[in-house]
């Protein structure tokens, strides 16, 4: 849409106010202030929901692995042959045996359940979602026969255990007498404490050497499980189909959507949701946008009919008010990015400041799962939000144009 000379600078008029037009000019800066929350809140939210869903899948997968070959019972006994086969899949980068039980650990009095994983030492040491998270300690020092521990940090707050605490871990399978089973408690140093950012996993592991675990829980040489990496998790099912006719008769295959499903399946239904909850406001404002054109053609009835009557066409006229409509959209969507980009880079500080005022904890790890509101923004996500709000921008002009352009110079200027 080319505008000539005069066209321009009428557009440029009935955009700034005139005498006895600070009302429609209020209705307009309304409008844009609209389409720019509109537009801010739909990017943030929708940063923050993708945000949210990559840090949970990069941290459970991270610790899980794409998928697990658990066997029956808790017990992997032939895990080597298993593993071995699954590193000869195209597509696989990893097979790594894990073992994974529930406890109970004590110290002071405190009793807690816990998840002891063992892991080898190497696995421990380059672990990309442990290595960098360590608070306190060192995962050095996690040597087979150590009988040293790491713990997450919430489970170290809930114990009130720190380093080189004695915590001692409770197993049921301990030794059989007369007067039944006795739990088998063993006590280890504490030489870590890590926080990888997702509060279950903080308040619960306890990671330590596969040897000490495999002693700890009475599995001989036996694993509890095979944590495998893929090239593509979206494409873990048909990377590992030929491992599952080996799995089937000692255990069961289960990839990262089987063991987080119903958890990555309702943040795709909120994620949706607050989309077309939160269009809704750049639709509102798209309304306004509509209904200060038709006051401002209405106040310039009188304007149309001079310009008609010195051989202004009905397009130019169409293109003057499109023209008012679209800039009004297109400024309040340029302020929803930088508002929405601004409230993204300082989105911590805003919910500290939030909290700080209200004395109310609105990110309660222990509810939403992860320590910090995480944001990851998808261009791709961020050019719909802007091309629908320029969209709707664009279609609430062309009643108003339309009526100005079908403006009859006669009939208003009988009267004049």
Do not use: C
């Amino acid at each position: 849409m080319i505008l000539n000379r005069y066209e321009r600078m009428i557009a440029k008029r009935y955009l700034l106010p005139g005498r006895g037009e600070a009302f429609i000019f209020l209705v307009a800066s309304i409008s844009l202030v609209a389409v720019a929350l509109g537009v801010a809140a739909l990017i943030v939210v929708m940063s923050v929901m993708n945000g949210f869903r990559a840090e949970l899948f990069d941290k459970i997968v991270g610790l899980n692995g794409h998928a697990v070959v658990q066997g029956y019972g808790g017990k992997l006994p032939n895990w080597r042959s298993i593993a071995d086969d699954a590193r000869k899949l195209p597509g696989v980068t990893s097979a790594t045996p894990l073992i994974e039980q529930p406890l109970m650990a004590s110290y002071d009095g405190r009793v807690e359940g816990v998840l002891v994983r063992g892991m080898t030492v190497e696995d421990i040491r380059r672990n990309p979602v442990i290595r960098g998270k360590v608070l306190r300690g060192t995962m050095d020092a996690l040597v087979p026969g150590s009988s040293r521990v790491a713990i997450g940090a919430r489970l170290a707050e809930q114990l009130g255990a720190d380093l080189g605490s004695q915590i001692s871990l409770i197993s049921p399978q301990g030794q059989s007498t007369p007067f039944g089973t006795v739990p088998r408690i063993v006590s280890y140093e504490v030489a870590a404490i890590f926080e990888v950012g997702v509060y279950d996993y903080d308040k619960a592991f306890v990671v330590m050497p596969m040897g000490d675990a495999q002693t700890l829980l009475m599995l001989g040489d036996a694993v509890g499980m095979i944590e495998i990496q893929t090239v593509d998790a979206d494409r873990v099912g048909q990377i590992l189909a030929p491992l599952k006719d080996e799995v089937v008769r000692v255990g069961q295959l289960s990839d990262w959507r089987d063991l987080n499903k119903s958890l990555f399946e309702a943040l795709a239904v909120e994620r949706v949701t607050m989309f077309v909850v939160l269009s809704l406001i750049i639709l509102v404002a798209v309304f306004n946008i509509l209904s200060s054109l038709i006051m401002l053609v209405r106040a310039k009835r009188r304007d149309i009919a001079i310009l008609r009557t010195m051989g202004a066409s009905r397009g130019a006229l169409m293109k003057i008010f499109m023209t008012v409509g679209t800039v009004i959209g297109v400024l309040g969507t340029g302020a929803g990015l930088g508002l929405g980009a601004l409230f993204l880079f300082y989105r911590q500080a805003v919910v500290n400041f939030v909290q700080f005022v209200t004395g109310q904890n609105l990110w309660d790890p222990s509810i939403r799962f992860l320590t910090e509101l995480p944001a990851k923004s998808d261009p791709v996500e961020v050019g719909v939000i802007v091309t629908m709000a320029l969209g709707f921008s664009f279609l609430s002009t062309l009643y108003p144009a339309w009526k100005a352009a079908s403006t009859d110079p006669v009939e208003v200027l009988r009267y004049e």
